[in-house]
């Protein structure tokens, strides 16, 4: 834990408290809280966090106004560029840049653990065809623990560390299969021979009645949504993951809460909302109507992949998305997309309106990765389950980061009251 340099003082009632200040390497100052409530018998009040800092964390960093993203200090556009997905795993896991044996090894390792158990293949049978993706994943996730059950004990560091890399290395293969299973088609193994990004295409497109070759460019481009996806500090699904983890529940259950928590269109769920939006819009003639639409207070409505709790500035991984928008669309021949093309105005429509602008509300890493995603061939229902694969890493990270911390106790809001006071049970006849 970082030493206080400096306090605060709260006055309540003529009383002082004096309250620790915390500086972090990098953001805002905290104030420690901790004690106040032995100490005065208040709570403080912050539905949403909108001002709390859950927990100590050295993994991510975001800086909101500037638009920066670090992970371990590196800048995601950096990463994003010129390493890949596995490294950032290492990268976010780890805390340093693996060395060449370093990688090889932990390539390896998470190669050797793509094959999930071949008995899940039945679990998997017992959901319904038309299920969401998300809906099966959030299952058999959650159904690891009774498949894996020798890497559980969260007290055991090799255990944790296994449970990590089985996670990261089935999470492809799991999504893949709730896509197969959707569309009817034969589950397809993974192939170890392929790099990460090229076996999740593998697994998803290859069928065995004939011969799949996966593009370099389109890999590149997988390859680099995983790497935008994986990781951002306390967001609410990371948060319901560390959650889940405070009470000492294993790994695989702590990643089906948080994928489960994903799901909302607030969240991971916006990549499909904001391609089925652009969908909807289908022509830049319309786009007046729709951002009249999400202006309109009475309207519940919002621009899908727009705005952002921390960033108050472009997302970095809007940036890079757009890019690689760009690079996938020209290589497939479509850069006349017409979603692509409503989505360029309707960015720069937004970008010119006080409405957008006085809020902050800029496009986020959800606005362009569908149109990437349903380019390469995925259907909408898939976008979501892409984006859990990816987070993955930050959760599991952050989740061993805080089974680390010796400070660790159970998360356990309080809350502001506001129902009836005691009052005695009344019979039926009576009421
Ligand atoms: N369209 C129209 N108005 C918006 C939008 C939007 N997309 N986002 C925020 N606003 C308005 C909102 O109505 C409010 O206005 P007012 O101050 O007049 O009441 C103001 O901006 C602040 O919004 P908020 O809901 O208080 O902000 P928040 O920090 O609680 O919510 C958000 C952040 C991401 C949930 C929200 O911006 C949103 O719903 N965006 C659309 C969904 C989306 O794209 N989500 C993906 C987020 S990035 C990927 C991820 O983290 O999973």
Redesign the pocket.
């Known amino acids: 834990m970082v030493e206080s340099t400096k306090s605060a003082t709260l006055t309540i009632d003529g009383k002082s408290y004096d309250l620790p200040i915390y500086s972090p390497t990098a953001g805002p100052d905290v104030i420690d809280i901790r004690k106040l409530y032995a100490q005065s018998g208040m709570f403080t009040f912050d539905p949403?966090f909108?001002s709390t800092a859950s927990c100590e964390s050295d993994i991510t960093f975001i800086d909101g106004a500037k638009g920066e993203l670090l992970h371990r200090g590196y800048p995601i556009d950096q990463l994003a560029e010129k390493s890949h997905y596995l490294e950032v795993c290492y990268l976010l896991l780890y805390g340093e840049l693996p060395t060449a044996p370093e990688m090889e090894d932990f390539e390896s390792r998470v190669t050797n653990h793509t094959m999930v158990h071949e008995q899940m293949h039945n679990f998997f049978r017992g959901f319904r065809r038309d299920a969401h993706p998300m809906a099966t994943l959030v299952g058999v996730v959650g159904a690891m623990s009774a498949f894996y059950h020798d890497s559980t004990d969260i007290n055991d560091l090799m255990q944790r560390e296994i449970a990590s890399v089985r996670m990261i290395a089935k999470l492809p293969t799991i999504a893949a299969m709730a896509y197969k299973y959707s569309i009817g088609q034969p589950f397809v193994y993974p192939r170890n021979d392929l790099d990460y990004a090229s076996n999740f295409l593998h697994m998803c497109f290859a069928v065995p009645a004939e011969s799949y070759e996966v593009n370099p460019i389109l890999a590149r481009a997988m390859d680099r949504i995983f790497t935008l996806h994986a990781d951002?500090e306390q967001?609410?699904s990371t948060s319901t993951v560390r959650l889940a983890g405070s009470s000492g529940a294993n790994p695989f259950a702590c990643v089906a809460a948080g994928i489960a928590c994903?799901w909302g269109?607030?969240?991971?769920g916006?990549n499909q909302?904001?391609l089925e939006m652009l969908q909807e819009i289908g022509t830049v003639d319309r786009i007046p109507e729709f951002i009249a639409r999400?202006?309109d207070?009475n309207d519940p409505f919002?621009?899908?992949?727009?705005?952002?709790?921390v960033y108050k500035n472009f997302?970095p991984r809007a940036t890079v998305m757009k890019k690689s928008a760009d690079e996938v669309l020209e290589l497939l021949g479509v850069e006349n997309n017409p979603t692509l093309q409503v989505a360029k105005e309707l960015e720069r429509q937004a970008l010119n309106d006080p409405?957008?602008t006085e809020?902050k509300?800029f496009p986020?890493?959800?606005?362009y990765s569908g149109i990437i995603l349903e380019a390469m061939g995925f259907p909408t229902s898939m976008f979501t389950p892409i984006?859990a694969l990816s987070r993955t890493v930050g959760w599991i990270s952050q989740w061993k980061e805080m089974i680390g911390d010796s400070q660790l106790k159970i998360g356990r809001p309080r809350q502001l009251y506001t129902g009836a006071t005691r009052r005695d049970y009344t019979d039926v006849e009576t009421r």
């Open positions: 949403g909108t951002h967001n609410a994903l269109p607030a969240h991971g916006a909302a904001c999400a202006k207070k919002r621009l899908m992949g727009f705005g952002h709790r997302d409405y957008f809020k509300l986020n890493v959800d606005f984006f």
